[in-house]
């Protein structure tokens, strides 16, 4: 069993998502929401497919376009399991403070309904940090994880669990691989972040849920294990943060 713990699955992305989705047989995957339309697409998937869970939430990006009722509207649905992605982005110029706004409002959201959170942080590491040091108490996510290895061992204090996708096999990936080795492998999701981010060898197509495969292969190398166990271990990881039963 495997879990594509962080996917986009929108039929405006794919023209081919049941094919995508069949792809994964029996695994599971969780669907995570940005915005209006694919956090829709999420409650939409979650409802008709059984392996197919959703957090909903809205990326930094949504600033001026966030509708939080949504969340609360849709939050007891019992295949939702999380809050994301939310978080801070600075990498293209917006404003900070309402990224903020936004981010903290979530994630008390979070909290009031006790829900995990997945996170998307870009060149904001110490905010994000700053932020996430109040809400410990959290099961905290760091989704496509992309910080400095000691980063990681701060967020580590928090509790944080970190999401690997397919960064981990580019040749310019040499920072991930080393927060990999030196991680223990119970505190890892594997996730695809479909339809980008698309590992190698197939960099540069679109991205789908059954690329994990390439990115547990990587894991299992880095960690001298078996991509079974890898499997095994980072499934019973998921399982114990979204509190799904299999
Ligand atoms: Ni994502």
Known sequence: MMIDTHCHLCESDYDNLKEIINHMGNNIMICSGA????NFSTIKLINEYDNIYGTIGFHPDEVDNYDL?????NINNPKIVGIGEIGLDYYHDSDKEL????????LDLARLYNKPVVIHSRDAAEDTFNILENYKDLKIVLHCYGYSLDMAKKFLKLGCKFGIGGVLTFKNGKKLVEVVENIGIENLLLETDSPY???EPYRGSKNEPY????????IA????????EVFEITTKNACEIYNIKI
Do not use: G, H, S, Y
């Open 99 to 106: 990224q903020k706004e936004l981010f903290i409002k979530q």
């Open 197 to 199: 981010l698309t590992p």
């Open 211 to 218: 690329n994990i495969t390439f990115v547990a292969a990587k």
């Open 35 to 38: 915005d209006n339309e694919n």
């Open 69 to 73: 009722k949504f969340i609360e509207d």
């Open 221 to 228: 190398e880095l960690k001298n294990m078996k991509i079974d």
